[in-house]
């Protein structure tokens, strides 16, 4: 089956500085890259997404780059903000339909004021 | 973006019990899976729960242990059987409609003692 792996399990930034979480997969059929936030006692949310035709997308202070030559594809948050602070997940989908993931082992984001 | 709502959103429940989760879709989705994350962990699929028909399991978990119902599409429910201290964790239900993001409800905290 599809393997996720996430890095770093934990990031601490300045407030104002950028956060970068990376992610690498092994099945190179994947074809859907979505990332989740997840807040203390809620369920993940849905941030951004990209899917395998799209090497960057980008919404906001939040981008996803995807390199899929490397299986590995990676989120940016820029000018960050105490708010930005949770657990984020990278996912990817099996193949064969993109709703259902694969999750990394998540990344807590501590911004500091 | 579908609104999923989980019931209830916490439960102790006695060793040895069964406690059912219910979740519940705003819209027609096609797609509905469960998820079980243990305290700081990441999320794993215990099952995709197909209307009108036995869910299908991921690897290393039962129907005995997880029953799982979707009578339509709207509405699906979890069973945690027999219920032991491991099975401690969140419960998440995560909907997706033909060609969209997969979503999440806010999740059922369990605490077995």
């Known amino acids: 089956g599809e393997n996720v792996e996430q890095h770093p399990s934990t990031l601490s930034v300045q407030e104002g500085d950028s956060a970068v979480i990376k992610c690498t997969y092994s099945d190179s059929a994947s074809n859907y890259f979505p990332w989740y936030k997840q807040e203390l006692g809620k369920g993940p949310q849905l941030i951004i997404d990209i899917r395998s035709n799209v090497g960057e997308k980008k919404d906001q202070r939040i981008a996803v780059t995807l390199n899929k030559t490397a299986k590995h594809f990676s989120l940016h948050i820029t000018e960050t903000q105490p708010e930005d602070s949770a657990v984020y997940f990278c996912a990817v989908s099996t193949p064969g339909g993109y709703q259902k993931v694969t999750f990394g082992i998540g990344t807590k984001l501590q911004v500091i004021p | 973006s579908a609104v999923i709502s989980q019931k209830p959103s916490r439960d102790i429940c006695q060793r040895g019990t069964s406690l059912t989760i219910q979740c519940q879709v705003d819209s027609q989705v096609t797609m509905m899976f469960w998820y079980r994350q243990q305290p700081g962990q990441s999320l794993t699929l215990i099952a995709t729960?197909?209307?009108?028909?036995?869910?299908?399991?991921e690897s290393g978990f039962v129907i005995d242990k997880f029953p799982i119902s979707r009578p339509n599409l709207t509405f699906s429910t979890l069973t945690v059987s027999n219920m032991s201290p491991e099975d401690s964790s969140i419960y998440l239900c995560s909907a997706s409609g033909r060609g969209t993001e997969a979503f999440f409800g806010q999740g059922t905290r369990l605490t077995v003692v």
């Open positions: 729960a197909n209307q009108g028909s036995e869910a299908t399991y």
